[in-house]
Structure formats: structure tokens, C-alpha cells
């Protein structure tokens, strides 16, 4: 199956890179993970497109209001596993698609997961708005 056509709300298999690791000086993700892609930018002068993603962690968030909590009905639908698990709005990765970090799920040939149901999306979005106002969002380039 080929690299799906990013747009917000595509849960993809990427490998993350943490703010912190960052920091500390690592430029690759330590292991594939879901992630949710949240803005998409054509950028027809470089005929790029600009992507942000959200990292989905198992770690229950310190903060509630930097991480959205996702259903156990919607992991099912994913297709993820039956850990609690969260979509953090803390931080972020930006890259131009389809960039060297996404990853195949397992052995399969998919890229994604599929789509967050767009009420939901709108949730997270809201937090991550939220958050952005209030701390303002970390993202991490990986060009």
C-alpha cells in the first residue's frame, strides 16, 4: 500500500522524536509509535507540504490539560492495543511529507491507522489550542 495523502486527523506509524530527547541532543525517535497528524500545509512555491504531528503515549500525562485521553472504542477501531493511552498536545513534531520517520505498522504494508472521527478531532485540536495559548506547544523540526 503506498504513503496515504497526509490530512489532519490521519493516525500514522512514525517514529516520534521527544522534546526532551531533543534537548539532550538525539535526532531520531527511539521507536515507532502512532501519531496524529494535525495541520497539513501546501506549500506549492517548494511544492512541499508541511506536516505537525502529535506523539500517542502510553504515560498517563502529569498535566491533564497536555494530553487528551483516547477512547477505548476509538483504539479498537484504530486497531491499537487495549492500553490506556493518550494524545499529547504539549509537543509536536513538524516535517515535510512524507519525511524519513513514517514507518510501516508491523508487518503490514499500511502506513496508518485510519482517521480520529472528526468530533474528536475537533477535541483534541481545541486542546492543543488550548495549550499553545497557554504554554505554547513544542514543536520539534525534523527536516
Known amino acids: ?58 504515560s498517563e500525562p502529569t498535566d491533564l490539560a497536555s494530553a487528551v485521553e483516547i477512547p477505548a472504542a476509538l483504539k479498537r477501531h484504530l486497531g491499537l492495543d487495549h492500553e490506556r493511552s493518550w494524545i499529547v498536545v504539549a509537543e509536536g513534531n513538524e516535517f515535510d511529507w512524507p519525511g524519513y520517520d513514517i514507518r510501516k505498522i508491523g508487518r503490514s504494508d499500511r502506513y496508518d491507522y485510519g482517521f480520529l472521527p472528526p468530533r474528536f478531532f475537533r477535541q483534541v485540536i481545541a486542546a492543543f489550542a488550548a495549550w499553545h495559548r497557554a504554554h505554547k506547544a513544542m514543536l520539534t523540526s525534523r527536516q
Do not use: F, N
Not at 521527544?18 to 501546501?42: C, F, I, M, N, Y
Open 1 to 58: 500500500m503506498p504513503i496515504p495523502t497526509p490530512e489532519p486527523g490521519l493516525v500514522i506509524s512514525y517514529s516520534y522524536l521527544w522534546h526532551r530527547k531533543h534537548q539532550a541532543g538525539r535526532d531520531e525517535g527511539q521507536k515507532d509509535s502512532p501519531s496524529v497528524t494535525v495541520l497539513t500545509v501546501e506549500r506549492t512555491a517548494s511544492d512541499t507540504t508541511l506536516v505537525v504531528v502529535l506523539p500517542i503515549t502510553h
